[in-house]
């Protein structure tokens, strides 16, 4: 077995990864703040106003990375469920549920902003278009493998059918992304793409692009701290905790 | 990878794949009626006589923008570049509404006019400094003005 797959296995281990996840969170975490804020202020003071929404358009610094965040959670939701129904690996059922209400909190400030911007550049602040539509499919899943997940008494039951689910919900992924190019739709096609030019001018764009590994590494940091919090509550009992615990429990 | 596991992976993409399939259906029927809008060709060509109301989209014809004096009514031809129809509409419009914008009005087919109850403003995928924007329009009028003066006058 080589290094790579032995840190893995070893990553695996509740204790193991319990003493990661809370050395890396704090980087994490900074790192975040600090993308978070060279992003912020790139695009609320530095970058220039659009030529047709004016100050308006800096929504976007937030509804955007927020958007990319939601569908990316889920996938990674979708993927550590995946492991979970396979492996039955406890520590992949944890991440997965973790990642749920994160995702869904992204999801719901994307709807939110989009809706303050639709009201005075569309007009309107919701429209049953396809886009906006699946978008709000996207918040029920998130919310429906939370709701599972807390409606079954055993954790790792609990865990398993709402990972079914989250696996089920990845179908709405790409109805998601391409929604705006199957059907007329209200809302704008893609502005930023990998794969030819985005329609962005490069003075709107880096910020756009900070703001997204800023949401990126939040997301890291929340999901290490949660699993920790989600691991020391199911593993209550065992020895790691139990010796994780001694030295407070034996002060004064 | 031991059958168990095996078994279990075979069963899951089975079954994710099943609903994958489903849906992909699904939405390939919804194609046509999933439709959020109507071009004046597709109106003109009679698709808008099964509703009563439908949104017809495109973009406000250059130069047919007219606004009542007295009132809030306005007066625009919704183009998609094959065929235009004439919009009535009373209200407040968005912020983003102008000629050569495109727009999404709802409401329904009185005569040969679409009498608007809604008008939105669709946004282009498109963010740019206003220097920019001018600079990249001088550009485009030049283009214009060069490629029209290239062009033969009979």
């Given at each position: 077995?080589?290094?790579?797959?032995?840190?893995?296995?070893?990553?695996?281990?509740?204790?193991?990864?319990?003493?990661?996840?809370?050395?890396?969170?704090?980087?994490?975490?900074?790192?975040?703040?600090?993308?978070?804020?060279?992003?912020?202020?790139?695009?609320?003071?530095?970058?220039?106003?659009?030529?047709?929404?004016?100050?308006?358009?800096?929504?976007?610094?937030?509804?955007?990375?927020?958007?990319?965040?939601?569908?990316?959670?889920?996938?990674?939701?979708?993927?550590?469920?995946?492991?979970?129904?396979?492996?039955?690996?406890?520590?992949?059922?944890?991440?997965?549920?973790?990642?749920?209400?994160?995702?869904?909190?992204?999801?719901?400030?994307?709807?939110?902003?989009?809706?303050?911007?639709?009201?005075?550049?569309?007009?309107?602040?919701?429209?049953?278009?396809?886009?906006?539509?699946?978008?709000?499919?996207?918040?029920?899943?998130?919310?429906?493998?939370?709701?599972?997940?807390?409606?079954?008494?055993?954790r790792r039951k609990a865990a398993r059918a709402a990972a079914f689910l989250a696996l089920i919900g990845i179908i709405n992924l790409p109805i998601v992304h391409f929604s705006v190019q199957w059907w007329n739709t209200l809302h704008q096609g893609s502005t930023v793409r990998i794969l030819g030019p985005s329609h962005i001018a490069p003075s709107m764009l880096w910020p756009l692009l900070a703001m997204a590994l800023a949401t990126k590494l939040y997301f890291g940091a929340s999901l290490l701290g949660r699993a920790r919090v989600a691991l020391l509550a199911q593993e209550g009992g065992k020895d790691w905790v139990r010796a994780l615990a001694q030295p407070e429990g034996s002060r004064p | 990878m031991n059958p168990t596991r095996k078994r279990r992976m075979t069963l899951v993409l089975l079954i994710v794949a099943a609903v994958g399939i489903a849906a992909a259906l699904t939405v390939y029927a919804l194609q046509q009626n999933m439709n959020y809008l109507l071009t004046p060709s597709q109106v003109l060509s009679g698709q808008g006589a099964d509703y009563k109301t439908f949104r017809l989209g495109g973009m406000v014809k250059s130069g047919s923008l007219q606004r009542d004096a007295h009132s809030?009514?306005?007066?625009?031809?919704?183009?998609?570049?094959?065929?235009?129809?004439?919009?009535?509409?009373?209200?407040?419009?968005?912020?983003?509404?102008?000629?050569?914008?495109?727009?999404?009005?709802?409401?329904?087919?009185?005569?040969?006019?679409f009498v608007a109850t809604e008008v939105l403003a669709k946004h282009d995928e498109n963010y740019m400094p206003k220097e920019l924007a001018e600079a990249m329009g001088k550009a485009h009028a030049k283009h214009h003005v060069g490629a029209a003066a290239q062009e033969p006058t009979p």
């Amino acid at each position: 077995m080589n290094t790579l797959t032995l840190w893995l296995h070893k990553l695996g281990s509740p204790p193991t990864f319990y003493r990661f996840a809370g050395a890396v969170r704090p980087w994490l975490l900074a790192a975040a703040l600090l993308a978070g804020a060279i992003g912020l202020y790139g695009g609320l003071v530095l970058a220039p106003a659009d030529y047709q929404q004016g100050d308006a358009y800096r929504i976007i610094f937030i509804h955007v990375p927020s958007a990319w965040m939601g569908l990316f959670i889920y996938a990674c939701m979708a993927a550590a469920g995946f492991v979970a129904l396979v492996w039955r690996i406890k520590l992949a059922e944890i991440v997965a549920m973790e990642c749920a209400p994160i995702g869904a909190a992204f999801t719901f400030i994307t709807l939110v902003t989009g809706s303050l911007w639709g009201k005075p550049m569309w007009g309107t602040w919701w429209t049953w278009d396809a886009r906006l539509t699946s978008e709000l499919v996207l918040l029920f899943l998130y919310l429906g493998v939370i709701g599972l997940y807390y409606a079954i008494e055993d954790r790792r039951k609990a865990a398993r059918a709402a990972a079914f689910l989250a696996l089920i919900g990845i179908i709405n992924l790409p109805i998601v992304h391409f929604s705006v190019q199957w059907w007329n739709t209200l809302h704008q096609g893609s502005t930023v793409r990998i794969l030819g030019p985005s329609h962005i001018a490069p003075s709107m764009l880096w910020p756009l692009l900070a703001m997204a590994l800023a949401t990126k590494l939040y997301f890291g940091a929340s999901l290490l701290g949660r699993a920790r919090v989600a691991l020391l509550a199911q593993e209550g009992g065992k020895d790691w905790v139990r010796a994780l615990a001694q030295p407070e429990g034996s002060r004064p | 990878m031991n059958p168990t596991r095996k078994r279990r992976m075979t069963l899951v993409l089975l079954i994710v794949a099943a609903v994958g399939i489903a849906a992909a259906l699904t939405v390939y029927a919804l194609q046509q009626n999933m439709n959020y809008l109507l071009t004046p060709s597709q109106v003109l060509s009679g698709q808008g006589a099964d509703y009563k109301t439908f949104r017809l989209g495109g973009m406000v014809k250059s130069g047919s923008l007219q606004r009542d004096a007295h009132s809030l009514r306005v007066d625009f031809a919704v183009t998609d570049g094959d065929h235009d129809l004439p919009v009535e509409y009373t209200g407040i419009l968005p912020d983003l509404f102008r000629e050569n914008q495109a727009v999404i009005a709802t409401g329904h087919m009185d005569g040969g006019r679409f009498v608007a109850t809604e008008v939105l403003a669709k946004h282009d995928e498109n963010y740019m400094p206003k220097e920019l924007a001018e600079a990249m329009g001088k550009a485009h009028a030049k283009h214009h003005v060069g490629a029209a003066a290239q062009e033969p006058t009979p």
